[in-house]
């Protein structure tokens, strides 16, 4: 389990993705970013959010990317956070689904309740300072993000709690991990897409010479 050693597998339905396609898919995906950030630079924070962007592109379509690489994106965007309110929304969305994605590597009874509290904690703060930061502005959610980020807890209690006790769990043993993937690629991708717009949008940072 821990030789670090990579196993490779024919799909029997899906069709197999080789290493060249996603390095196309990946090298496609960040070069929007590096032509913004090198034809209309936005300062120190563009080049903040070009970083995410590659590490969050990388993690999208790189090969044999491990969950935990979803961290690279994660830290560098709690430095954006504070920043606008726009970007606030954004960590809110990447961090809560981000560390959600990683529930399944904890998978024994003890480590249950400590990676849902610890989640609660983090999360229950992470909103309520930001929140607070940006009080005077319009609200960090819409609707739909309100309702996506409010399913994750259904979502936890029928993975954790319910699906164990149905007959779905000999045969079906795979849900539990293809709705909690699925689940959260929509969360990561839609954080992804929102801050490119954001970069695309955002106006260039512009030069004052000095007197």
């Known amino acids: 389990m821990t030789s670090g050693l990579v196993q490779q597998f024919e799909h029997t339905v899906l069709p197999s993705v ?36 590659c ?24 430095l954006l956070s504070v920043g606008k309110a ?53 609200p960090l959610f819409n609707w739909m993000e309100t309702f996506y980020l409010l399913g994750l807890g259904p979502l936890e209690v029928f993975c954790e709690f319910v699906f164990p006790f149905t007959s779905w769990k000999l045969k079906y043993s795979f849900l539990p991990l293809l709705l909690t993937s699925a689940y959260c690629a929509v969360g ?8 490119y717009v954001s970069v695309l949008t955002d106006p260039p940072v512009s030069k004052t010479k000095k007197q």
């Open 18 to 53: 080789t290493p060249l396609v996603t390095l196309i898919c990946t090298l496609i995906a960040i070069l929007p970013s590096i032509f913004c950030l090198w034809f209309k630079p936005q300062g120190p924070k563009g080049f903040l959010r070009c970083l995410i962007l």
């Open 55 to 78: 590490a969050l592109s990388s993690f999208m379509f790189g090969w044999h990317v491990h969950e935990k690489a979803i961290l690279l994106a994660i830290l560098p965007m709690s």
């Open 86 to 138: 726009g970007d606030a929304s954004i960590f809110l969305i990447l961090t809560t689904t981000g560390h959600y994605s990683l529930f399944p590597l904890l998978f024994t009874a003890p480590e249950l309740p400590i990676k849902i509290l610890l989640m609660l904690l983090f999360t229950v703060y992470s909103i309520s300072s930001l929140k607070t930061l940006f009080r005077k502005e319009k």
């Open 188 to 195: 990561i991708t839609y954080a992804w897409f929102k801050l």
